[in-house]
């Protein structure tokens, strides 16, 4: 049982019992009412997102028609990096739709009712480094049944950053600015090596050489990625460029290469930064509660949807920005109905909070700039010693 000293309000054993069949009285409803919409909306999403993909490298490539080679009225450096920029960030979105909106949630099985041969959770296979196989393992099995549990959710500052005072200090942690820094950058590898081998491998409950077949995995799906987008693409433009270089010795088949290449790089940069900032607001802000393996023993169901609203933070915004972040801005509500199709968790979620609120429990909602700048206020204070920045953990 959760007792009530830790907690904003008094809840007997009855109460926490009640609250959970209310939030589950919620997502029953809202399973029971998948329909046509929700299928127009994934397979329009779907369709969106593969034209803006492909929109974006041919806009990208359309850029090199403006190099100053060519010699026309809008040729120029800068009308050419304009475009080529334009059509990175077009790139750059559809990356952030196929990852967040898409990907992650058909992984959840969310559109599994659909019985859609090529939108299936065990068939899917996205577009980023990670592995959706060694996804669903690390996310769906051990992050959404641990949620913020200490020692068993993997995601709890993944294994690099203290996010919490309740994790021990050491030297090493005063670069962990640094290392969110990099981590923000680099989040698409970061998250393919985010793996239960690796972690044991990091934390010394393993060796390299047991886990060689999940190595050779992630390396094949990293070099899939790496080849489509920094080989294949660029690739395809340089030989298009080959045979005019012949007349146009300055229309470089190494520097289209180069051009292409860079263009796609900053396409994932977009994508990694979105992703990072959106992902840490949902769990790493002030207010987000965390808890001991010993608390959540036995737990019954209203104290697993308890924990899944403390050890959570959404963040406020219109529609288009929920698509965006994946509608991971109802982190609350994805951890609370993981496998609720995303596009009800905008409908779901005032119906949870208004319950949070009748039930005295905080309900963690912000502006993006508010939850990421105390992620990011947390980050530095907890790279030194002590901090009393996280709220104390709910006893159970």
């Given at each position: 049982?959760?007792?009530?000293?830790?907690?904003?309000?008094?809840?007997?054993?009855?109460?926490?019992?009640?609250?959970?069949?209310?939030?589950q009285h919620i997502y029953d409803e809202s399973m029971a009412s998948r329909g046509?919409?929700?299928?127009?909306?994934?397979?329009?999403?779907?369709?969106?997102?593969?034209?803006?993909?492909?929109?974006?490298?041919?806009?990208?490539?359309?850029?090199?028609?403006?190099?100053?080679?060519?010699?026309?009225?809008?040729?120029?450096?800068?009308?050419?990096?304009?475009?080529?920029?334009?059509?990175?960030?077009?790139?750059?979105?559809?990356?952030?739709?196929?990852?967040?909106?898409?990907?992650?949630?058909?992984?959840?099985?969310?559109?599994?009712?659909?019985?859609?041969?090529?939108?299936?959770?065990?068939?899917?296979?996205?577009?980023?480094?990670?592995?959706?196989?060694?996804?669903?393992?690390?996310?769906?099995?051990?992050?959404?049944?641990?949620?913020?549990?200490?020692?068993?959710?993997?995601?709890?500052?993944?294994?690099?950053?203290?996010?919490?005072?309740?994790?021990?200090?050491?030297?090493g942690r005063l670069f962990q600015p640094l290392f969110f820094f990099f981590q923000?950058?680099?989040?698409?590898?970061?998250?393919?090596?985010?793996?239960?081998?690796?972690?044991?491998?990091?934390?010394?409950?393993?060796?390299?050489?047991?886990?060689?077949?999940?190595?050779?995995?992630?390396?094949?799906?990293?070099?899939?990625?790496?080849?489509?987008?920094?080989?294949?693409?660029?690739?395809?433009?340089?030989?298009?460029?080959?045979?005019?270089?012949?007349?146009?010795?300055?229309?470089?088949?190494?520097?289209?290469?180069?051009?292409?290449?860079?263009?796609?790089?900053?396409?994932?940069?977009?994508?990694?930064?979105?992703?990072?900032?959106?992902?840490?607001?949902?769990?790493?802000?002030?207010?987000?509660?965390?808890?001991?393996?010993?608390?959540?023993?036995?737990?019954?169901?209203?104290?697993?949807?308890?924990?899944?609203?403390?050890?959570?933070?959404?963040?406020?915004?219109?529609?288009?920005?929920?698509?965006?972040?994946?509608?991971?801005?109802?982190?609350?509500?994805?951890?609370?109905?993981?496998?609720?199709?995303?596009?009800?968790?905008?409908?779901?979620?005032?119906?949870?909070?208004?319950?949070?609120?009748?039930?005295?429990?905080?309900?963690?909602?912000?502006?993006?700039?508010?939850?990421?700048?105390?992620?990011?206020?947390?980050?530095?204070?907890?790279?030194?010693?002590?901090?009393?920045?996280?709220?104390?953990?709910?006893?159970?």
């Amino acid at each position: 049982m959760i007792t009530a000293n830790p907690l904003p309000v008094d809840l007997t054993e009855a109460q926490i019992d009640e609250f959970g069949r209310e939030i589950q009285h919620i997502y029953d409803e809202s399973m029971a009412s998948r329909g046509d919409r929700d299928r127009a909306y994934i397979l329009n999403l779907i369709r969106t997102q593969r034209s803006m993909a492909f929109t974006g490298r041919m806009v990208i490539y359309a850029g090199l028609l403006f190099l100053p080679m060519w010699s026309h009225g809008l040729s120029s450096w800068t009308s050419a990096l304009l475009i080529m920029i334009f059509g990175s960030i077009m790139l750059g979105i559809s990356k952030i739709l196929e990852n967040m909106e898409i990907g992650h949630n058909v992984l959840h099985a969310q559109w599994d009712w659909m019985k859609d041969p090529e939108i299936q959770s065990n068939t899917w296979e996205w577009d980023i480094y990670c592995a959706s196989d060694s996804w669903i393992q690390s996310h769906n099995v051990i992050h959404h049944t641990w949620t913020n549990v200490l020692d068993k959710d993997m995601d709890i500052g993944y294994n690099l950053l203290r996010v919490t005072p309740q994790q021990e200090w050491r030297p090493g942690r005063l670069f962990q600015p640094l290392f969110f820094f990099f981590q923000m950058v680099f989040f698409a590898g970061a998250i393919a090596l985010h793996d239960k081998a690796i972690h044991d491998i990091s934390n010394g409950k393993a060796k390299p050489s047991d886990h060689k077949a999940v190595f050779q995995h992630i390396g094949r799906k990293f070099w899939g990625m790496l080849r489509k987008d920094y080989i294949m693409w660029p690739g395809l433009a340089a030989l298009v460029a080959l045979p005019v270089s012949f007349a146009r010795p300055e229309a470089s088949p190494l520097m289209t290469f180069g051009l292409v290449a860079a263009s796609n790089a900053l396409a994932n940069l977009i994508r990694n930064v979105w992703a990072f900032i959106i992902i840490f607001c949902g769990h790493f802000p002030d207010g987000v509660y965390v808890f001991t393996a010993d608390q959540v023993e036995g737990e019954s169901r209203g104290q697993w949807y308890m924990r899944q609203l403390l050890g959570s933070a959404n963040i406020e915004g219109g529609a288009l920005f929920h698509i965006l972040s994946g509608n991971l801005s109802h982190q609350i509500e994805h951890h609370l109905f993981p496998d609720l199709c995303s596009n009800r968790y905008a409908e779901v979620a005032p119906r949870v909070e208004a319950v949070a609120v009748r039930y005295g429990l905080p309900y963690n909602k912000a502006s993006i700039w508010r939850q990421f700048g105390s992620t990011w206020k947390n980050n530095i204070r907890l790279a030194f010693p002590g901090g009393d920045t996280r709220p104390e953990i709910v006893s159970a």
